[in-house]
Nanobody, 116 residues
Framework: QVQPVASGGGLVQAGASLRLSCAASRCPFSGSTLGWYRQALGQQRALDAQLNSGGSTHYADAVKGGFTISRNDAKNTAYLQMNSLKPEDTAAYYC??????????WGQGTQVTVSS
């Protein structure tokens, strides 16, 4: 069973940075598509950043220039570097892995709270 584990969330002040990690020991990252999503209270889950196996990235307009998605295939780990955080970035953040065989797996979420 593939179970991504997300970590790195926390309570920070506006303007701070955080780096989220997503590790999945039973899913080879090489060839997979990685994504980070956010879900604020009462809202639907939405894509923030995506990185495919070829290195192409996609970012939501709201995070362009502030968030960076990356991967370390040797460690089976994905990252989301979040800089210049704003109160509106407060949400639970989820990683998603789409494996080479088509299976889609969600991490459990890590909470990010940004105070003003």
């Amino acid at each position: 069973q593939v179970q991504p584990v997300a970590s790195g969330g926390g309570l920070v002040q506006a303007g701070a940075s955080l780096r989220l990690s997503c590790a999945a020991s039973r899913c080879p990252f090489s060839g997979s598509t990685l994504g980070w999503y956010r879900q604020a209270l009462g809202q639907q889950r939405a894509l923030d950043a995506q990185l495919n196996s070829g290195g192409s990235t996609h970012y939501a307009d709201a995070v362009k220039g502030g968030f960076t998605i990356s991967r370390n295939d040797a460690k089976n780990t994905a990252y989301l570097q979040m800089n210049s955080l704003k109160p509106e970035d407060t949400a639970a953040y989820y990683c998603k892995i789409v494996a080479t065989w088509g299976g889609s797996y969600w991490g459990q979420g890590t909470q990010v709270t940004v105070s003003s």
